[in-house]
Structure formats: C-alpha cells, structure tokens
C-alpha cells in the first residue's frame, strides 16, 4: 500500500477558528488531492496539485486554500471554518495510475 | 464532461456474484474506466481500470461494452467484506490533472446479505 497519512484524524473546532489537514505522502506521487465527503454528496474535489506550488482549484474550492511546498506534503486550510465545512475530509494521491486515499480526517465546526 | 452514471443501491446474497453496471456515454477515446471502493469508515481504495478490452484481478473482473458507452464491475463471489460503495469514475491520464476527470459521484452501495 502507498504510504499516505492525514493529520489529524479528528478535529473539533469552533466557527471562526482556523483549521489545518495535512497529507502526507511517501510515494513521491506528482498528484496530490483534497476530497470532503457528505452524506448525499459522494466525494467531492476540494483543490488538487500538480506539482510543487502548483495548485489548482476543484469543484468546492471555496473557503478553502491549499499549498505543496514540498513534494510530499499537500495542507489544506479553512481560514475560518463554518459549520457547513463540517465533513470528513480525504486526501489522495497518483502518479498516472490508481489514486490511493488517506484514512479520512474528520473535521466537527461548532 | 465525461462523468458516469450508477445505480444507488445494489444487493447481492453471499457467495453469489454481482454484476454492478456503469453509463458513461460520453466517454472520450482516451479515458480510462476505473473502478475504486468506499468500505465503512476507510477512504476508497483502487479495484480495477481498464479502457477497451476486458480486465481481470485477483478482486474483480470489469467487462467493458465494445462501444465503451457502459461497462460491469464484476465480483465473482460476493463476501460480507465486500459490503461498500463502489464508485465508476473516467480518468484521461493525458490530461492529468483535469480535475473533470477525477469526479467520483454518489457511486453505487452494495448490500451483501449472509
């Protein structure tokens, strides 16, 4: 299985606060994604790299930045999380062939 | 936007295989069907792709319409493991990153009846 983790695996914040995810990966994988996933919703791409400092902006982009500045790491942050960012949130990985996920972090906004 | 179409819900009894469909007529000549999995409370993992001839694995065997229009994901022997939302997604690796070709959907949740 391709070494990829997420940190924190749980995290409860309150609105207005802002929150960090973090991917890691050890695949040296040039494709990195953000995914929140809600009932109802199946699995949506938040932002995605390719490459380091190459970032783009997915289908629910909004409130949300990423940034790569290292081949292994993707963050993504809520500037000032609201409770409708309340999710679990799944990283991914690739080269040009299968994608490989993180466990999920799951993300709480009081 | 070549996305994909699957039915909601599947159910299959244990230890008889499932044949779990997937529309995608708008598939372009370059994208690749893939197939990924969501069981309970994990991130999806990789089950099978292929882009014209049909694919066998030790999880599974996907048999692709000779019009790539539509394409089964097949488990020969369906356990209570196997119980999870299989998603049918297109990936066109000349164009990567396309975030257009990374849309998974709602996919399809399989029920596994002992």
């Known amino acids: 299985d391709a070494g990829i983790t997420q940190s924190p695996r749980h995290k409860v914040t309150e609105t207005g606060t802002p929150v960090t995810l973090r991917c890691h990966q050890t695949?040296?994988?040039?494709?990195m994604y953000w995914y929140r996933q809600d009932p109802g919703h199946g699995l949506r791409l938040i932002h995605y790299s390719y490459g380091v400092k190459d970032t783009d902006k997915g289908e629910v982009s909004d409130g949300y930045s990423v940034s790569r500045s290292k081949t292994e790491d993707f963050l993504l942050t809520l500037e000032s999380a609201t409770s409708s960012q309340t999710s679990v949130y799944f990283c991914a990985s690739t080269g040009t062939g299968e994608l490989f996920f993180g466990e999920g972090s799951r993300l709480t906004v009081l | 936007d070549a996305k994909t179409t699957q039915p909601n819900s599947m159910e299959s009894n244990e230890e008889e295989p499932v044949h779990l469909p997937c529309n995608h007529s708008t598939i372009s000549g370059t994208d690749y069907i893939h197939w990924y999995r969501q069981l309970p409370s994990q991130g999806p993992e990789y089950v099978i792709h292929g882009l014209t001839s049909n694919v066998n694995n030790r999880m599974a065997s996907l048999a692709i319409a000779e019009d790539r229009k539509s394409s089964t994901l097949i488990l020969h022997r369906a356990t209570l493991r196997d119980a999870a939302v299989y998603y049918c997604i297109l990936r066109d690796v000349r164009n990567l990153p396309g975030a257009n070709n990374l849309f998974f959907g709602t996919g399809t949740r399989l029920t596994v009846i002992p």
């Open positions: 695949e040296n994988h040039r494709y």
